[in-house]
């Protein structure tokens, strides 16, 4: 089934996810700590009949793959915390016109140009929230390489799956770490395709309220002659301003995404059945908790790791879950307290909550998280 | 569709229109109309399959004029149709894609995806309407209203000086620069029609007029006497009334006023891919 292992690192590992998912449109801009992205699909696409541009900024990075994307291709962008925030006006024009996308964002030291080849978590947030107006939004959160590559490639599937923009958000530890992947052969990577209209339909409803609420999609040049709007519209894709139409058409794209959950989610959670003391992290940092549990599990204390591998939609079923049985949460997070946010909304009343911030550019190690969980 | 059949055919804009859509939304006298008609009317010419034609357009009145169109429209971010187009445009070289785009939109917010699109010289025609105000939210100044106008971020009048979009094209790598006023609607449509003929990035400037907004506020008459204005205005040499009073007091030139053989950034970049494919090796 798979190759050989193979040393990569994180920035190498998503764009050969993305070649194996079927990218074959990629549009960016310089940054670090996501530039080796840009530079392996800069190599590869032309191998594959792809298309790779360096565009004149962020925004039109994502310009360009919305409208390759809508030509039919998938496609993706990668960048960085300060391109990331130029990117969110046509991240919710992805979303608003359904329009796949994936979208890499390699997380840096912010706020602004902040410590660019240091890690930190602080787009959690802006990753979920960051364009305007409620939106749906799929977000992946690899902790390793080879989840890097196996996670890229379900982006893809799921923006194709749903039509909607996904981000694979990482930092910069994930990004450089040189690790042993084993990569699936040549084809053999589960990949999903956008459900396509035929060209034979006759009055074609390019947003028709389809029973997994994911309309089919038209490629130009088959027939349809679709109109594709950033202002809210109606099944037929023009818009509206109608109250009843636009919560219609509002309500469908946020419930495409709850309302389809099972397909979406997805957390690893280690020894949380009969956890006291629960430590939700993500990212590079759930690699240190996972340390931090075993070392206190060593010394008989009943930790558990639950690590959200779908940061958004957040797992809430799965953490109130976990957090119902533990009496302590311990939150470890590269930021001033993000995911913290979520684990107070759901851990209930009386809950104790126990969080680690860090801002310095460094990483949170094991031991500070098992010591925090001695203290508990 | 058989497209010998169809170049015969007389234009007949209703063929081009999404006409579910009637009544359309501009105001009354505003020269985008007469911008649309020629374009349909250019893409006729070309027996263009409207099946194989995007429309690309931003944000403003000029971004709401591709709705009405009866092929692919997309109607994108504000400033940004160019980066859309270009993306559209390398994943589909099938497709003749036309951006439809304003004086704010092209030159201000999005003037930065102007001078780059005009560097690569991918095969897409921008077609810019301008009307030298920000018509849609309420009128106010934009990149190319002229000196001393009232509008309604500019109370005293206009201070600022304006852009020559043709010139900034053509500077910046246009390999296809045109332009005409509304006024002149078949000669509208020909350097439309020549633009995008053209294979390679085409500018065309369309003088458009913005009656119920722009002209009220400087009380340049009624539509009729705005139209009238272009004679003067445009063509001063064509029309011997160089000392008329200018409505605008920048004397542009019209006509294709730049075309050079450039290579196409398309085409260029597919045989990039098969030289980088014919190597042996493969870089990782």
């Given at each position: 089934?798979?190759?050989?292992?193979?040393?990569?690192?994180g920035n190498?590992a998503c764009?050969?996810g993305?070649?194996?998912?079927?990218?074959?449109?990629?549009?960016?801009?310089?940054i670090?700590p996501s530039?080796?992205v840009?530079?392996?699909?800069?190599?590869?696409?032309?191998?594959?009949?792809?298309?790779?541009?360096?565009?004149?900024?962020?925004?039109?990075?994502?310009?360009?793959?919305?409208?390759?994307?809508?030509?039919?291709?998938?496609?993706m962008t990668a960048t960085s915390g300060?391109g990331f925030s130029?990117m969110q006006?046509?991240l919710?024009?992805?979303?608003?016109?359904?329009?796949?996308c994936v979208i890499i964002n390699v997380m840096r030291g912010g706020?602004?140009?902040?410590?660019?080849?240091?890690p930190a978590q602080g787009d959690i947030m802006q990753a979920r929230w960051g364009t305007?107006?409620?939106?749906?939004v799929i977000v992946v959160a690899p902790a390793s390489v080879?989840e890097v590559?196996t996670q890229t490639?379900r982006a893809f599937?799921l923006a194709?799956?749903?039509?909607t923009p996904v981000i694979v958000l990482y930092d910069e530890i994930v990004a450089?770490?040189?690790?042993?992947?084993?990569?699936?052969?040549?084809?053999?990577?589960?990949?999903?395709?956008?459900?396509?209209?035929?060209?034979?339909?006759?009055?074609?409803?390019?947003?028709?309220?389809?029973?997994?609420?994911?309309?089919?999609?038209?490629?130009?040049?088959?027939?349809?002659?679709?109109?594709?709007?950033?202002?809210?519209?109606?099944?037929?894709?023009?818009?509206?301003?109608?109250?009843?139409?636009?919560?219609?058409?509002?309500?469908?794209?946020?419930?495409?995404?709850?309302?389809?959950?099972?397909?979406i989610?997805e957390v690893?959670?280690?020894?949380?059945?009969?956890?006291?003391?629960?430590?939700?992290a993500v990212g590079i940092v759930a690699r240190?908790?996972?340390?931090?549990?075993?070392?206190?599990?060593?010394?008989?204390?009943?930790?558990?790791?639950?690590r959200p591998v779908t940061l958004w939609p957040f797992p809430?079923?799965?953490?109130?879950?976990?957090?119902?049985?533990?009496?302590?949460?311990?939150?470890?997070e590269m930021n001033?307290?993000q995911l913290?946010?979520e684990?107070?909304?759901?851990?209930?009343?009386?809950?104790?909550?126990?969080?680690?911030?860090?801002?310095?550019?460094?990483?949170?190690?094991?031991?500070?998280?098992?010591?925090?969980?001695?203290?508990? | 569709?058989?497209?010998?059949?169809?170049?015969?055919?007389?234009?007949?804009?209703?063929?081009?229109?999404?006409?579910?859509?009637?009544?359309?939304?501009?105001?009354?006298?505003?020269?985008?109309?007469?911008?649309?008609?020629?374009?349909?009317?250019?893409?006729?010419?070309?027996?263009?399959?409207?099946?194989?034609?995007?429309?690309?357009?931003?944000?403003?009145?000029?971004?709401?004029?591709?709705?009405?169109?009866?092929?692919?429209?997309?109607?994108?971010?504000?400033?940004?149709?160019?980066?859309?187009?270009?993306?559209?445009?390398?994943?589909?070289?099938?497709?003749?894609?036309?951006?439809?785009?304003?004086?704010?939109?092209?030159?201000?917010?999005?003037?930065?995806?102007?001078?780059?699109?005009?560097?690569?010289?991918?095969?897409?025609?921008?077609?810019?309407?301008?009307?030298?105000?920000?018509?849609?939210?309420?009128?106010?100044?934009?990149?190319?209203?002229?000196?001393?106008?009232?509008?309604?971020?500019?109370?005293?009048?206009?201070?600022?000086?304006?852009?020559?979009?043709?010139?900034?094209?053509?500077?910046?790598?246009?390999?296809?620069?045109?332009?005409?006023?509304?006024?002149?609607?078949?000669?509208?449509?020909?350097?439309?029609?020549?633009?995008?003929?053209?294979?390679?990035?085409?500018?065309?400037?369309?003088?458009?007029?913005?009656?119920?907004?722009?002209?009220?506020?400087?009380?340049?008459?009624?539509?009729?006497?705005?139209?009238?204005?272009?004679?003067?205005?445009?063509?001063?040499?064509?029309?011997?009334?160089?000392?008329?009073?200018?409505?605008?007091?920048?004397?542009?030139?019209?006509?294709?006023?730049?075309?050079?053989?450039?290579?196409?950034?398309?085409?260029?970049?597919?045989?990039?891919?098969?030289?980088?494919?014919?190597?042996?090796?493969?870089?990782?």
């Amino acid at each position: 089934m798979s190759h050989a292992p193979t040393a990569l690192h994180g920035n190498h590992a998503c764009a050969l996810g993305a070649i194996a998912a079927g990218c074959r449109f990629f549009a960016g801009y310089p940054i670090t700590p996501s530039s080796e992205v840009a530079e392996h699909m800069s190599r590869e696409l032309p191998h594959v009949d792809g298309t790779f541009i360096q565009m004149e900024d962020e925004i039109a990075s994502l310009a360009a793959c919305i409208g390759a994307s809508l030509g039919g291709v998938k496609t993706m962008t990668a960048t960085s915390g300060p391109g990331f925030s130029l990117m969110q006006e046509n991240l919710g024009y992805a979303a608003m016109t359904e329009t796949p996308c994936v979208i890499i964002n390699v997380m840096r030291g912010g706020p602004s140009t902040g410590m660019p080849t240091r890690p930190a978590q602080g787009d959690i947030m802006q990753a979920r929230w960051g364009t305007h107006g409620d939106h749906p939004v799929i977000v992946v959160a690899p902790a390793s390489v080879q989840e890097v590559y196996t996670q890229t490639i379900r982006a893809f599937n799921l923006a194709e799956e749903f039509r909607t923009p996904v981000i694979v958000l990482y930092d910069e530890i994930v990004a450089h770490l040189m690790e042993t992947v084993s990569l699936p052969a040549k084809g053999k990577a589960e990949v999903k395709d956008r459900k396509w209209a035929t060209g034979a339909e006759v009055g074609f409803m390019p947003y028709a309220e389809t029973d997994d609420l994911v309309p089919v999609m038209s490629r130009p040049g088959d027939g349809h002659r679709v109109h594709v709007t950033g202002l809210t519209h109606t099944p037929d894709g023009f818009p509206t301003q109608k109250p009843e139409l636009a919560d219609r058409a509002l309500r469908r794209l946020v419930d495409k995404i709850e309302l389809n959950r099972d397909r979406i989610d997805e957390v690893e959670e280690i020894e949380t059945a009969d956890a006291d003391i629960l430590v939700v992290a993500v990212g590079i940092v759930a690699r240190a908790a996972r340390r931090a549990v075993e070392m206190l599990r060593a010394e008989g204390v009943k930790a558990g790791l639950l690590r959200p591998v779908t940061l958004w939609p957040f797992p809430e079923a799965q953490v109130r879950n976990a957090a119902e049985r533990a009496s302590v949460i311990v939150v470890p997070e590269m930021n001033t307290g993000q995911l913290s946010l979520e684990i107070e909304r759901l851990a209930g009343r009386g809950k104790r909550i126990r969080t680690i911030h860090r801002i310095d550019g460094e990483p949170i190690g094991p031991d500070e998280i098992a010591q925090t969980i001695r203290e508990a | 569709m058989n497209e010998m059949v169809r170049t015969l055919e007389p234009f007949e804009i209703k063929d081009y229109l999404r006409l579910q859509l009637m009544p359309h939304f501009m105001c009354p006298g505003c020269g985008h109309g007469i911008a649309l008609r020629a374009l349909l009317w250019a893409v006729h010419e070309l027996a263009i399959d409207k099946n194989k034609l995007a429309i690309v357009s931003g944000i403003g009145c000029s971004g709401r004029v591709g709705a009405y169109i009866d092929a692919n429209t997309f109607h994108t971010t504000h400033g940004r149709p160019l980066a859309f187009a270009t993306g559209l445009k390398l994943a589909r070289p099938d497709l003749t894609v036309v951006v439809i785009t304003g004086d704010g939109d092209c030159l201000a917010i999005g003037g930065n995806h102007l001078i780059h699109a005009c560097r690569r010289n991918l095969d897409l025609t921008c077609l810019m309407l301008n009307n030298e105000v920000y018509g849609m939210t309420g009128g106010q100044v934009s990149p190319t209203t002229s000196a001393n106008r009232l509008t309604t971020t500019t109370p005293g009048g206009n201070a600022e000086p304006t852009f020559d979009a043709c010139k900034l094209a053509e500077a910046a790598g246009a390999s296809f620069v045109g332009r005409e006023v509304t006024r002149q609607a078949m000669a509208l449509k020909n350097v439309i029609r020549d633009g995008i003929a053209h294979p390679g990035f085409s500018f065309i400037e369309a003088i458009s007029d913005c009656t119920e907004i722009y002209g009220r506020k400087n009380d340049l008459g009624e539509s009729p006497e705005m139209i009238l204005s272009q004679k003067s205005d445009m063509r001063p040499e064509a029309f011997g009334n160089v000392a008329d009073e200018p409505f605008r007091p920048n004397r542009l030139v019209t006509g294709i006023l730049a075309k050079q053989a450039r290579p196409e950034y398309g085409a260029a970049y597919r045989d990039y891919a098969v030289r980088v494919k014919s190597k042996p090796g493969r870089p990782r």
